[in-house]
């Protein structure tokens, strides 16, 4: 079965850096698109970024573009999230999720708590 | 402010059929985007109930269905139940937004 699941979350300061992963398992990993979808406390959903299959392509939300960088080791099956000069308003959960069928997200990890404050 | 708008909530009784809405734009859900749909329960991971508009994953009960008309698309669930209890998202692509993948705001179900 199909499974994602990230780790490297934690408290960091403002302007601090933070590197998320994602383990996937279940499925071949280099045959799809990945994706970070982030859940601020109490708030809805919000697309970060995704990444080809072959890392060839990748794209983020304006919120944060210039400061966090997808990517991804077909070898290990593994999508990574690096997220440097982090604000207060990145706090969230982030989800690392399978991209699917019409760029849907068909399957979603469990979630990774960011917390930035001083 | 999302790009696509539901109603932040809808309740119903068990048994009832609720729909909720998902108003986009020419940009988006007008341009012949399709249009996907999660469930999320609370403190859980968010789950895929419709793709491609109108499609339900395998395991996702025939009580859920999606259309697509327009600018707009909706979510219905039919003979509700208690743990149908949580938050809906819908999600489009928007060509406005350099190929964004967008939400909705989401609508909190209430049985009651």
Not at chain 1, 30 to 49: C, F, H, N, T
Not at chain 2, 36 to 64: C, E, M
Not at chain 2, 92 to 108: A, E, I
Request: proline share 4%; charged share 15%.
């Amino acid at each position: 079965q199909v499974q994602l699941v990230e780790s490297g979350g934690g408290l960091v300061k403002p302007g601090g850096s933070l590197r998320l992963s994602c383990a996937a398992s279940g499925f071949t990993f280099s045959d799809y698109y990945m994706s970070w979808i982030r859940q601020a406390p109490g708030k809805g959903l919000e697309w970060v970024s995704y990444i080809s299959s072959s890392s060839s392509n990748t794209n983020y939300a304006d919120s944060v573009k210039g400061r966090f960088t997808i990517s991804r080791d077909n070898a290990k099956n593994s999508l990574y999230l690096q997220m440097n000069s982090l604000r207060a308003e990145d706090t969230a959960v982030y989800y690392c999720a399978r991209v699917g069928s019409g760029y849907c997200f068909d399957y979603w990890g469990q979630g990774i708590l960011v917390t930035v404050s001083s | 402010q999302s790009v696509l708008t539901q109603p932040p909530s809808v309740s119903g009784a068990p048994g009832q059929r609720v729909t909720i809405s998902c108003t986009g734009s020419s940009s988006n859900i007008g341009a012949g985007y399709d249009v996907h749909w999660y469930q999320q329960l609370p403190g859980t991971a968010p789950k895929l109930l419709i793709y491609g508009n109108s499609n339900r994953p395998s395991g996702v009960p025939d009580r859920f269905s999606g259309s697509k008309s327009g600018t707009s698309a909706s979510l219905a669930i039919t003979g509700l139940q208690a743990e149908d209890e949580a938050d809906y998202y819908c999600q489009s692509y928007d060509s406005s937004l350099g190929g964004s993948r967008v939400f909705g705001g989401g609508t909190k179900l209430t049985v009651l």
